[in-house]
Nanobody, 130 residues
Framework: VQLQASGGGLVQLGGSLRLSCAAP????????IAWFRQAPGKEREGISC????????YYDESVKGRFSVSRDNSKDTVYLQMNDLKSEDTATYYC????????????????????????WGQGTQVTVSS
């Protein structure tokens, strides 16, 4: 399933944005969905993941306490609420379904760090201005 991220934009330091992840016509409620981001000149990094069956959630340390993930199965959409945005959050954000989830944060960080889907869907640009 190729997912599309949307909802990015220009936001001031300390502001908030909510990103959406969807695949029109596809049922996402049993899929683990992860959020990734790629800043200019940097490698893509996995920042969060919500499991498919019981909505357990992983957060990378860089976003823990500021970002939150949720899903609305009635809309086949996963959301990434981003609060207290920092300049280092400036990046293109992507979402993708992943074939794994673990309560072990170390495992999730490694797995998301090496995950490559068949195709990356359209990302959405988030720019945090000071």
């Amino acid at each position: 399933v190729q997912l599309q991220a949307s909802g990015g934009g220009l936001v001031q330091l300390g502001g908030s944005l909510r990103l959406s992840c969807a695949a029109p016509g596809s049922n996402l409620d049993r899929l683990a969905i992860a959020w990734f981001r790629q800043a200019p000149g940097k490698e893509r990094e996995g920042i969060s993941c919500i499991s498919g069956t019981d909505s357990r959630i992983y957060y990378d340390e860089s976003v823990k306490g500021r970002f939150s993930v949720s899903r609305d199965n009635s809309k086949d959409t996963v959301y990434l609420q981003m609060n207290d945005l920092k300049s280092e959050d400036t990046a293109t954000y992507y979402c993708a379904s992943v074939p794994f989830f673990s309560p072990d944060d170390g495992f999730m960080k490694r797995a998301l760090g090496t995950f490559e889907p068949d195709h990356w869907g359209q990302g959405t640009q988030v720019t945090v201005s000071s």
